[in-house]
C-alpha cells in the first residue's frame, strides 16, 4: 500500500492514528490522502507549531472554505478524528465541536420508493426476456436482494456462490467498502428467495463455489451498464417517472432499505438510537454519521416521530400532575 508523505511536526501522530485505522481492518487510503493536506497545511503555515489548537484548526476551515460542502465536511471530519485520538495522550490538543454537513444544491437527492413501487419493479422484473431463460430470475433476485438488504450493488456483484449460506440464513460480503468484510445476516424469505434462485442459477451456468453468484445469459458476472440499463428500462415501464441525471438509482434501494428499517423500528415502538449501530454495522459503515445519509424524512416516517414525540409529551404532562 503506497504510504504518504508527511513532513510536519504532527507527522509521527498523523503516521500512528493512520496505522491504527488500518488495524482495525479499514483500508483507509482515502481518509490518509486528506490527513496528507492537513500535513502540508501544517508545514506551510505553522512550521514551529507545538500541539494543535483551535486557532490552527480555525484557519484550516478558512483555507477549506472554497471547497464543496460535502468535500469541506471529509477533509474536516478527518481532522478531527485524528484530534480526538491525539487528545488521548496531549491534553493541549484542541478537538473541535462537529459541523453540519450542508447539502450544496447539486448533491443529488435520494429517490424513496414507495411499496407498490417496489411490488411493480420486481413483477417486471419477473416479465423480462427471453422467457424461460436466466435473466428474468436474476433481476428479480437482484433487486430483491438490494431492497430487502441494503447492501450496495458492487456488494452484489462481487458476490460468489460460496458467500451464501442458506442454512445460516446469512450472506457473506466478502470486501465491502473500505476493503471491509461482514456477514449479512438475511430474513427467512429473502433467504428463501436466494435459494430458489441458486437452484435456477446451478442450471445455467459454472458451479464452482468461487464463481459469481449473479451471472448474465453468457454464464458470466453482471455489469454495471447492462444492469443499469435494465433498471431504467423496468422504471418505464413501470410508470415510475426518471431521468439519467435525477434518477431514481439502482443505488436509492439502499437509501430506501435504511428508512424503511427506521420506519419499522418507529412503528413497532423500539428505541431507534439505541438500534442505530446495529444498521451502521449491518450496512458496512465505519460509523454512524454515514448511515444518517441515508435516513431521509418521508411523510410516513415524519407521521411515527410526530406521534411518539405527542405521546411522550403527554406522558411528560402527567407524570408531572397535570392534565392532557
Known amino acids: 500500500m503506497k504510504s504518504i508523505k508527511l513532513d510536519s511536526w504532527l507527522s509521527i501522530k498523523i503516521q ?18 486528506l490527513l496528507g493536506y492537513f500535513d502540508r ?20 476551515l478558512h483555507n477549506l472554505a472554497h471547497l464543496r460542502p460535502r468535500v469541506l465536511f471529509n477533509r474536516f471530519c478527518v481532522v478531527r478524528q485524528l484530534c480526538r485520538y491525539i487528545v488521548q495522550s496531549d491534553p493541549r490538543c484542541y478537538v473541535p465541536e ?11 437527492h435520494p429517490y424513496i420508493f414507495s411499496e407498490q413501487e417496489i411490488i411493480a419493479l420486481l413483477s417486471a422484473a419477473s416479465s423480462l426476456p427471453p422467457p424461460e431463460s436466466l435473466r428474468p430470475h436474476t433481476y428479480l433476485t437482484l433487486f430483491g436482494l438490494l431492497y430487502t438488504t441494503g447492501i450496495r450493488i458492487d456488494e452484489a456483484f462481487a458476490l460468489s456462490l460460496q458467500d451464501f449460506q442458506h442454512d445460516l440464513d446469512l450472506l457473506y460480503i466478502a470486501e465491502g467498502k473500505f ?7 438475511l430474513h427467512p424469505s429473502a433467504s428463501s428467495m436466494l435459494n430458489q434462485y441458486v437452484e435456477n442459477r446451478l442450471r445455467n451456468g459454472p458451479r464452482t463455489p468461487d464463481s459469481p453468484f449473479f451471472i448474465n445469459l453468457r454464464n458470466r458476472g453482471l455489469h454495471h ?33 435504511a428508512v424503511n428499517r427506521l420506519l419499522t423500528w418507529y412503528r413497532n415502538k423500539q428505541d431507534v438510537n439505541a438500534l442505530l449501530p446495529a444498521l451502521a454495522t449491518y450496512m458496512g459503515h465505519v460509523s454512524i454519521s454515514s448511515t444518517r445519509v441515508y435516513l431521509h424524512p418521508t411523510a410516513d416516517l415524519l407521521e411515527q416521530v410526530n406521534n411518539r414525540f405527542h405521546n411522550h409529551f403527554l406522558r411528560t404532562i402527567k407524570a408531572k400532575g397535570g392534565k392532557s
Open 41 to 60: 497545511f501544517l508545514s506551510e503555515q505553522y512550521p514551529n507549531g507545538q500541539f494543535v489548537t483551535r486557532q490552527i484548526i480555525d484557519h484550516y
Open 98 to 108: 462537529s459541523i453540519r454537513c450542508i447539502t450544496a444544491p447539486e448533491v443529488f
Open 16 to 33: 500512528r492514528f493512520i496505522e491504527l485505522r488500518r488495524l482495525s481492518g479499514t483500508d483507509y487510503s482515502s481518509q490518509s490522502k
Open 225 to 257: 451498464c447492462t444492469v443499469y440499463a435494465a433498471f431504467r428500462q423496468l422504471l418505464e415501464k413501470c410508470g415510475i417517472p426518471h431521468h439519467k441525471h435525477t434518477g431514481p438509482r439502482i443505488h436509492d434501494l439502499r437509501h430506501t432499505f
Open 179 to 185: 476493503r471491509k468484510a461482514r456477514w449479512v445476516p
